[in-house]
């Protein structure tokens, strides 16, 4: 993984909890630094996401993807509104799959980053 896109993810993680914590807010914007994560890979590249891809998941501290609540609930969203494809941690994997979406479940920000990237 790009080591300023790690250092970054990481800050990013910190920066979340140590604002839910001093706030005492529940924690349920860590669901978007995966996606924050790719829009950031996306700037740097010059080359836009893909059309018809929805993205969620939470990073830790080491860089690996973390479920998130509600998992299937989104994703059956994400199809009925017409997305095509989703990146998501691979414990919300589906078991049976979701009708017209091509799920990509990854484990690190490396390979969500790489997924982004062949995209």
Do not use: K
Request: hydrophobic share 50%.
């Amino acid at each position: 993984m790009n080591s300023g896109l790690a250092l970054l993810a990481t800050a990013l993680s910190s920066l979340l909890f140590g604002l839910t914590f001093v706030l005492g807010a529940w924690p349920v914007a860590f669901a978007c630094l995966v996606p924050l994560l790719l829009a950031l890979q996306s700037s740097f590249r010059d080359r836009p996401v893909s059309d018809g891809w929805v993205c969620f998941g939470e990073v830790g501290l080491s860089g690996e993807v973390r479920p998130v609540h509600d998992g299937q609930e989104r994703l059956r969203a994400a199809a009925g509104h017409g997305y095509r494809s989703a990146l998501i941690p691979s414990a919300n994997a589906p078991r049976g799959g979701i009708r017209g979406l091509e799920v990509h479940a990854v484990t690190t920000v490396s390979q969500a980053l790489q997924a982004m990237s062949d995209a």
